[in-house]
């Protein structure tokens, strides 16, 4: 079973940051797939990011490439998404999702992510 909590969440003007935090436990292994999604409401859940804990090799949306940046702590078995640049239309509840064991395939297909954190909500003002 694998437990995933994300935090970190909250308001921002347009051209702040935020970080969120993707706390894992159970069983990750060491070459797993862990996604960072969002869901704006109205629209459906869309791929934000990805990395791959064997390598730590990474994927972005076009959305967000060169704004956000996800990042490994191994040791504490934790992934962040730093946001830089925010724009009000990344307003949405953040997930982080994890596929252990997994590549990460892209484009990201959330079917392919079998653990969901309960998510964390981000807020940009203009």
């Known amino acids: 079973q694998v437990q995933l909590v994300e935090s970190g969440g909250g308001s921002a003007q347009a051209g702040g940051s935020l970080r969120l935090s993707c706390a894992a436990s159970?069983?990750?292994?060491?070459?797993?797939?862990i996604g960072w999604f969002r869901q704006a409401p109205g629209k459906e859940r869309e791929g934000v990011g990805s990395i791959y804990t064997g390598t730590g090799s990474t994927y972005y949306s076009d959305s967000v490439k060169g704004r956000f940046t996800i990042s490994l702590d191994n040791a504490n078995n934790t992934v962040y998404l730093q946001m830089n640049s925010l724009k009000p239309e990344d307003t949405a509840m953040f997930y982080c999702?994890?596929?252990?064991?997994?590549?990460?395939?892209?484009?990201?297909?959330?079917?392919?992510?079998?653990?969901w954190g309960q998510g964390t909500q981000v807020t940009v003002g203009s």
């Open positions: 159970g069983y990750i292994n060491k070459n797993s797939c």
């Open positions: 999702a994890a596929d252990p064991g997994k590549y990460c395939y892209k484009p990201m297909d959330r079917t392919d992510f079998g653990y």
